[in-house]
T-cell receptor, first 113, second 115 residues
Framework: SQQGEEDPQALSIQEGENATMNCSYK?????LQWYRQNSGRGLVHLIL?????REKHSGRLRVTLDTSKKSSSLLITASRAADTASYFCATRLRGGGGNKLTFGTGTQLKVEL | EADIYQTPRYLVIGTGKKITLECSQT?????MYWYQQDPGMELHLIHY???????EKGDLSSESTVSRIRTEHFPLTLESARPSHTSQYLC??????????????FGSGTQLSVL
């Protein structure tokens, strides 16, 4: 089974609304990262949160991490049509997991005008 | 976008052909990765390299092979393409900000269709 699973699988909102996506994982992590992927393109790194951090901000993005629940959320405030994309969380495992990132299943966000 | 390039962007090819997907980066990164992604699905790591002459298989078994003769170049080869190889292939390298906090920089991907 996957290390990271996200919900919802798909989300459709109106421009100006906030979008929240959640990621759950199974084993202890060193850090958790969020990436965005526009249709048919590569992924772009958005933000990284370390295991000893609880919240992090970057522009209109807010990420939270709850290691006791093994979950993270990504909040996009005041969404724009250009935010339409798929969003993936990725975890870097602590200890024996090496330096590889494991990606979640992704949330497809559609922001309508 | 990052300075990591993949060619071709799209490839439609017949069964049995040998193909090579190119990936190059100009940043001098030691660590490079190949991921496979089906439409609307998660990414699966199929190969990675931590430097010249270093290659390892990833979490998902793949019939493809890779080589790393030069730091900037990490090509992926399929000796005999099959329809089951149809997928998007994404190449990435690590931003060397520190071992634990590295983030990946991705190319635009190659969409492969095998008929």
């Amino acid at each position: 089974s996957q290390q990271g699973e996200e919900d919802p699988q798909a989300l459709s909102i109106q421009e100006g609304e906030n979008a929240t996506m959640n990621c759950s994982y199974k084993t202890s992590i060193n850090n958790l990262q969020w990436y965005r992927q526009n249709s048919g393109r590569g992924l772009v790194h958005l933000i990284l949160i370390r295991s000893n951090e609880r919240e992090k901000h970057s522009g209109r993005l807010r990420v939270t991490l709850d290691t006791s629940k093994k979950s993270s959320s990504l909040l996009i405030t005041a969404s724009r049509a250009a935010d339409t994309a798929s969003y993936f969380c990725a975890t870097r495992l602590r200890g024996g997991g090496g330096n590889k990132l494991t990606f979640g299943t992704g949330t497809q966000l559609k922001v309508e005008l | 976008e990052a300075d990591i390039y993949q060619t071709p962007r799209y490839l439609v090819i017949g069964t049995g052909k040998k193909i090579t997907l190119e990936c190059s980066q100009t940043m001098g990164h030691d660590k490079m990765y190949w991921y496979q992604q089906d439409p609307g699905m998660e990414l699966h790591l199929i190969h990675y390299s931590y430097g010249v002459n270093s290659t390892e298989k990833g979490d998902l078994s793949s019939e493809s092979t890779v080589s790393r003769i030069r730091t900037e170049h990490f090509p992926l080869t399929l000796e005999s393409a099959r329809p089951s190889h149809t997928s998007q292939y994404l190449c990435a390298s690590s931003d060397p900000t520190g071992t634990a906090n590295e983030k990946l920089l991705f190319g635009s991907g190659t969409q492969l269709s095998v008929l």
